[in-house]
């Protein structure tokens, strides 16, 4: 006698924003973010006193600008975007393996849609078998592992448990790597190439990486390979590492000192490329193309250019599908 296989469905994950632009969601939104021991590895009662004395009190009113300035009728733009990600995936998953086959649902680490919501949608809709996806190319504990942590802590009050698939990276997959370059090119296609070009990746504090975070030697593997698919030579691109807070050092050679650099000795022409984020939010749109544009310039530099992340570009979606497809294996057959 045949049965039908466990109902399957597919987790979309990324980071998160806050609900609504105000300062009371921006402080819920930084609040339950800075609270994760997978971000923030400080003591606990010296990182308490920080964030509850000093960064909760004034950090969202300094961010209401920023995100004002990137805000959308739909809200922030990597919900926006994830959104369509969802949706695209939908439709390509169903033209491939046949419809009510795989739900693609989405969930952000941090806020809404949470993740703890969409499990538990999930389970009341009879769903056995899921695959993660964590939408992070480059592992690194501060996103991919806070992930897995996040599944780990909604699950851990249920009985029934469901069947679990956990996508690690895939900063070398080949439709990345293709997609990556082909969005370059079409920039250039579009906008007119310019002569260096700057691969930016989110930054990450030194002492995470002499813990063992594996996260910069797959940023450099994957700038190395869209590089080489560019046919670029070494002195026609770069990495560096953005968004750094705090004193402590962080990984270098930082995005912004870089740039500043670049500026005194007056060059021009630089294309920046964002490849660590799926989807454009505050730290691509606000901070590397809006203030560090000015940064660049106001230090002599001129002819900026920010190619946007593949958000939900058909390339993209396809390299979700095949991702998908492959951790799938086995799942979709009847048993």
Not at 20 to 33: D, H, I, K, P, V
Not at 278 to 289: I, K, M, R, Y
Request: glycine share 6%; with cysteine; net charge negative.
């Amino acid at each position: 006698m045949s049965h039908s296989a466990p109902k399957t469905a597919l987790l979309m994950l990324n980071l998160g924003s806050p609900d609504e632009l105000s300062t009371a969601a921006l402080r819920r939104y930084l609040r339950e973010f800075l609270s994760d021991r997978r971000v923030i590895e400080a003591p606990r009662w010296i990182w308490w006193c920080v964030l509850n004395g000093v960064i909760l009190p004034f950090r969202p009113r300094k961010l209401m600008h920023a995100y004002g300035s990137i805000w959308t009728e739909q809200g922030s733009p990597i919900r926006a975007i994830s959104l369509q990600q969802k949706a695209a995936l939908q439709t390509l998953l169903d033209s491939r393996l046949g419809e009510q086959q795989v739900r693609v649902e989405l969930a952000m680490t941090y806020g809404n849609p949470s993740i703890a919501n969409a499990l538990a949608e999930l389970k009341q809709e009879g769903y056995e078998r899921i695959l993660v996806m964590p939408l992070f190319p480059q592992y690194s504990a501060t996103t991919t592992a806070a992930c897995f942590d996040a599944i780990a802590r909604a699950l851990s009050c249920e009985r029934n448990i469901p069947e679990l698939r956990f996508i690690r990276q895939y900063h070398e997959k080949p439709g990345y790597i293709e997609a990556l370059a082909n969005s370059v090119k079409q920039h250039w296609q579009q906008q007119g190439r310019q002569g260096h070009l700057m691969f930016s990746f989110h930054g990450l504090p030194l002492s995470y990486v002499k813990k063992g975070d594996p996260y910069p030697l797959q940023c450099e593997a994957t700038a190395t390979a869209v590089a080489s698919a560019l046919q670029l030579n070494d002195s026609q691109w770069s990495l560096t590492y953005q968004s750094r807070v705090g004193v402590a050092p962080w990984l270098q050679p930082y995005t912004d000192e870089t740039l500043i650099e670049w500026g005194k000795e007056g060059r021009s022409g630089v294309d920046v490329i964002c490849p660590g984020f799926s989807a454009d939010c505050l730290e691509t749109l606000e901070e590397v193309a809006i203030t560090n544009e000015e940064i660049f310039v106001d230090a002599g530099g001129s002819d900026y250019q920010y190619i946007p992340a593949l958000n939900a570009s058909p390339a993209h979606i396809e390299l979700l599908a095949d991702l998908a497809e492959q951790h799938l294996g086995g799942w979709l057959e009847a048993n």
